[in-house]
């Protein structure tokens, strides 16, 4: 299974980066998946707009990035709550996703595509209020969003020198998660 990974924070050092950098360690490692870690920083998107889309069509780096994502069987995103809801960046970048483009555009990357939820933060909930909001803005767009995520509370403390998680408690939630992802991911190959 390809998997792309990446967060909805471009800020250095991000609890959520470090949180999908741990997440794909163990999706390589212990569960063997073939797994892409980007980050949206790499992929500088205007904020949407209808008509900057009619005079310029779609951004080169939304094109690349669609390419990417359509190129993996599955994605999974770590999102960090800001007011209880999604970065402005990962909403961007989501909506940049569902517009057309030329035809070397792969066409819609997100319908049917499997995506697992993971967040962090600082906060006791970790995220959690962020995941309702992103879940349905993805569903909204038919991704088959797994039952299946974790919110990663306290973040600031959950994480060693080395970027693996201190709690073994967090590291077999991932690993529920990964799993949930694998077995929908499956599924949804085997329908097609």
Known sequence: MKLVAFSGS???GSFNQQLIKAAAKIAQEELGLDVTVISLSDYPLPLYDGDWEDANGLPEQALVLKQLIHSHDAVLI???????SVTAVLKNT???????????????VLFEKPVAL???SPGGLGGIR????????????????????????????AFTDEGTFKSEDAKKAVIGVLNCLQRTTQMVQSAH
């Open 10 to 12: 471009t800020r250095s």
């Open 78 to 84: 770590a999102s960090p709550e800001y007011n209880a």
């Open 94 to 108: 989501i909506d940049w996703m569902s517009r057309p483009g030329d035809e070397r555009d792969p066409g819609k």
């Open 118 to 120: 993971l967040s962090a």
């Open 130 to 157: 962020g995941l309702n909001h992103l879940r349905a803005i993805l569903q909204n767009l038919t991704a088959f969003v797994t039952p299946s995520q974790f919110a990663l509370a306290h973040s600031n403390k």
